[in-house]
T-cell receptor, first 112, second 108 residues
Framework: EAEVAQSPRYKITEKSQAVAFWCDPI?????LYWYRQILGQGPELLVQ????????DSQLPKDRFSAERLKGVDSTLKIQPAELGDSAMYLC??????????FGQGTRLTVV | ELKVEQNPLFLSMQEGKNYTIYCNYS?????LYWYRQDPGKSLESLFV?????AVKQEGRLMASLDTKARLSTLHITAAVHDLSATYFC????????FGTGTSLTVIP
């Protein structure tokens, strides 16, 4: 069964350092999402891509976060510099035109 | 701004009992999804509800959607321990808006 691949699974970084996460969506899925989930809360959308174009990044803290999906396939989410409040689970999801979203295993980020 | 509220937030129930989790949302949408999340894990898709009156069932779980009332329910029948997890509803409005989650614990 096709899956959304994310790496790394876990990341510990020091405050003010740069960190990057990678996501490979299910083949053929044009829409890719990055969500952030703080412990005990529901996921919140950071950025949504349709192919290589950003559809919604209104909740992305653009002073420190960036996201790209250059060839409309895999995607990278970067944080620079990381802050303590960025500690969370970062989830990537993808969907086809029928819009059922499938989630990857996530990257758990701890900023120390 | 769309609000998606679930209740209860925490649910502790005995094995064999029935219970319903409610998901209310504040604006019109005819697409709603239910997900399950185990501790430290990602989200697993459970149900996709795409129209008013939609009902889906899988095992001991049944989900329904009333778009006029802006309400979805997730009904648990004869709960078993394996159902212990956090359940999220998500409303589709060109992006997914997730509810607050319901943490379910099934006690033997």
């Amino acid at each position: 069964e096709a899956e959304v691949a994310q790496s790394p699974r876990y990341k510990i970084t020091e405050k003010s350092q740069a960190v990057a996460f990678w996501c490979d969506p299910i083949s053929g899925h044009a829409t890719l999402y990055w969500y952030r989930q703080i412990l005990g809360q529901g996921p919140e959308l950071l950025v949504q891509f349709q192919d290589e174009s950003v559809v919604d990044d209104s909740q992305l803290p653009k002073d420190r976060f960036s996201a790209e999906r250059l060839k409309g396939v895999d995607s990278t989410l970067k944080i620079q510099p990381a802050e303590l409040g960025d500690s969370a689970m970062y989830l990537c999801a993808s969907s086809s035109r029928h819009r059922r979203a499938f989630f990857g295993q996530g990257t758990r980020l701890t900023v120390v | 701004e769309l609000k998606v509220e679930q209740n209860p937030l925490f649910l502790s129930m005995q094995e064999g009992k029935n219970y319903t989790i409610y998901c209310n949302y504040s604006t019109t949408s005819d697409r709603l999804y239910w997900y399950r999340q185990d501790p430290g894990k990602s989200l697993e898709s459970l149900f996709v509800l795409l129209s008013n009156g939609a009902v889906k069932q899988e095992g001991r779980l049944m989900a329904s959607l009333d778009t006029k009332a802006r309400l979805s329910t997730l009904h648990i029948t004869a709960a078993v321990h394996d159902l212990s997890a956090t359940y999220f509803c998500a409303v589709d409005l060109n992006q997914f808006y997730f509810g607050t989650g319901t943490s379910l614990t099934v006690i033997p």
